[in-house]
């Protein structure tokens, strides 16, 4: 059964900005319907012109470009409430791919219909341009990571973020979350060696800081992964926009 954006279940939690009555009618006009996905399903596709957007509602994917070697470059995660498309919307096509690494249920929307979004509801546009700003600063913060940063503080940082997130989603259980990728997914997006990786990611478990195993992620001291991470324990939580 189709989800009504009245009773969407992503809207309660403390990671996204409440919307008005208003708001919320106005995105269940914008749906268009949803898309069930299985697990390595190729969402987006680069150099597409894609005629549906997605908000992902369940599950997880990731976001990657191909290249010319064959392999891929990993750009970072879909979590539940990221938006998905808006390069195809705006730029006329993808300039990477998407794909689902777990089953996933997302949100349809028809991309012919994102200018009305601008010319009749500017505070959801202005979310929507709050969404890109946030990609480009977190394209910006990792490409820092990689400049700056070792490879136990890269690690440290993503574990960090990817724990954040999935606590305002609801998604911890006993300080542990589902983290369905593969060590070479986390690689590439820290611009990491497998090797590597699997050495810092032993580190972190032997110091009693975080493991990372069968598919979960269990944080054993959040205080000093952020130390490692160079992140504020105390900090504030960031607040988004759903769409």
């Not at 009618?25 to 914008?30: D, L, S, T, V």
């Not at 820092?144 to 997130?165: K, N, P, T, Y």
Request: hydrophobic content about 45%.
């Amino acid at each position: 059964m189709v989800t009504r954006c009245c009773n969407c279940p992503l809207r309660t939690r403390p990671l996204f900005v409440p919307m008005t009555d208003a708001e919320v009618e106005f995105m269940q006009k914008f749906k268009t319907g949803e898309l069930d996905a299985g697990a390595g399903t190729t969402l987006m596709i680069e150099g597409s012109n894609s005629p549906q957007l997605y908000t992902a509602l369940e599950g997880m994917g990731l976001r990657y470009k191909s290249l010319a070697s064959g392999d891929r470059q990993v750009i970072n995660f879909v979590l539940p409430g990221d938006f998905i498309g808006l390069q195809a919307g705006v730029m006329k096509e993808m300039q990477h791919s998407v794909e689902a690494t777990t089953r996933m249920k997302l949100c349809v929307f028809d991309r012919k219909a994102l200018w009305s979004l601008f010319r009749d509801h500017p505070e959801r546009a202005y979310d929507l341009t709050w969404i890109a700003a946030m990609e480009e600063h977190f394209l910006g913060e990792s490409l820092a990571i990689l400049g700056h940063m070792s490879g136990i503080a890269r690690v440290a940082r993503a574990f960090v973020r990817l724990h954040d997130r999935a606590e305002a989603l609801g998604l911890i259980e006993e300080a542990k979350m589902a983290l369905p990728y593969r060590q070479q997914d986390m690689a590439d997006a820290l611009g990491m060696s497998l090797v590597h990786t699997n050495k810092t990611l032993k580190k972190l478990r032997e110091d009693g800081v975080a493991t990372w195993r069968a598919g979960f992620l269990n944080i054993l001291d959040y205080r000093r992964l952020c130390e490692i991470a160079a992140l504020e324990p105390d900090r504030e939580p960031l607040v988004r926009p759903l769409l």
